[in-house]
């Protein structure tokens, strides 16, 4: 549901998504990225911990996946068909795998 509420503040339908929209989203709910995130979500709560962000990740893969199956932005269901969403757990295991 926290997902729905930002896409509906945001002003974006779900075929206007782009796979740049779910990066700025997920690190507004914890993620480390490097972009500008926009204004402040879930102010006054901590962000997710590492399995909420895998899982969020996951939901929200599989969420734009299935819509794009339904015909509805399949723009963004190719490229989430060959990339990952970011979560904090993956940035770990890269930092691992570079030392």
């Known amino acids: 549901m926290d997902h729905l509420w930002w896409l509906e503040r945001e002003c974006l339908a779900f075929a206007a998504?782009?796979?740049r929209d779910l990066e700025r989203y997920m690190g507004i709910v914890g993620v480390e990225v490097r972009m500008p995130l926009g204004e402040p979500w879930r102010v006054g709560?901590?962000?997710?911990g590492w399995s909420a962000l895998s899982t969020a990740a996951a939901c929200l893969k599989g969420?734009?996946?299935h819509q794009s199956s339904l015909g509805i932005n399949g723009?963004?269901?190719k490229k989430l068909d060959k990339s990952r969403l970011p979560s904090r757990v993956d940035r770990r295991r890269s930092f691992l795998g570079h030392v």
């Open 63 to 65: 969420f734009y996946l």
């Open 45 to 48: 709560k901590r962000p997710y």
């Open 17 to 19: 998504v782009q796979l």
């Open 75 to 77: 723009e963004l269901g």
